[in-house]
């Protein structure tokens, strides 16, 4: 796609299908969180250091589409990136596709807080490592 999309691969595990073998929808929001902080830690944004430093992201809004069943043992590329960045918010957009079919679309958003819950600015380093792009898969 673009430079500004990173995928991984995901193998679906035994223990997170259902006794159909299908995968659970829970799943889906745990395998875009990996695809987040592993672009994330490529971008040089590692949330160790970043709540270290005294910010932390919480999810303050998820939501996914499911289009397709992923079944056990089936190889799926999880696609990310940016699709808007604030000052305070930052909001991801994510694909899940086996073999180029698309079997689920997600997106969150995420606000920077400090220890005590108040809402902070994120760091101008973190901003300008997140760079915004048109929706690529049409959420």
Do not use: K
């Not at 990996?34 to 998820?62: C, F, K």
């Not at 909001?91 to 997600?106: I, Q």
């Amino acid at each position: 796609m673009t430079q500004n999309v990173s995928t991984i691969e995901i193998r679906v595990r035994y223990a997170e299908t259902d006794q159909m073998g299908v995968a659970h929808h829970a799943n889906y929001l745990i395998w875009c969180e990996q695809a987040r902080t592993d672009h994330m830690r490529a971008l040089g944004v590692n949330y160790r250091e970043l709540e270290q430093s005294g910010i932390r992201l919480p999810v303050v809004d998820a939501s996914v589409r499911y289009r397709a069943l992923a079944y056990y043992d089936a190889l799926l590329d999880v696609l990310w990136w940016v699709g808007r960045a604030s000052s305070r918010l930052v909001s991801f957009g994510y694909a899940v596709e086996r073999n180029s079919d698309l079997l689920a679309t997600a997106t969150t958003s995420l606000i920077a807080i400090d220890p005590n819950r108040a809402v902070q600015h994120l760091p101008d380093q973190i901003r300008e490592c997140l760079i915004a792009i048109p929706d690529p898969v049409r959420l």
